[in-house]
């Protein structure tokens, strides 16, 4: 039985900062783009483009996460770094 809780919490704590949302929205759009420039410029069938438009930003959005992550991480440091003491949690 798959615990609901669990599942939720695991989502929770990969969408910290909205890295995970913002990494499946950028992943969608990625493939409806990929699909249409393909089509579009190098004249492939729709099947071709799809399997392209599907692994390709797959292998982006991997990408995508962890430099997001990073960078989030990285903002929040230099946001705790350069609040004045007095202000500081």
Not at 31 to 36: G, R, S, V
Not at 47 to 67: G, R
Request: glycine share 2%; with cysteine.
């Amino acid at each position: 039985m798959i615990n609901k809780k669990l599942i939720i919490e695991a989502f929770q704590k990969l969408n910290n900062n909205g890295s995970i949302l913002r990494t499946i929205v950028y992943t969608i759009g990625h493939m409806c783009i990929a699909i249409c420039c393909l089509m579009a410029i190098a004249r492939v069938p729709f099947m071709i483009a799809l399997t392209d438009a599907i692994v390709e930003p797959l292998i982006n959005s991997v990408w995508y996460y962890v430099l997001d992550r990073y960078w989030a991480s990285r903002v929040a440091n230099k946001v705790i770094e350069d609040c004045p003491e007095h202000e500081k949690v």
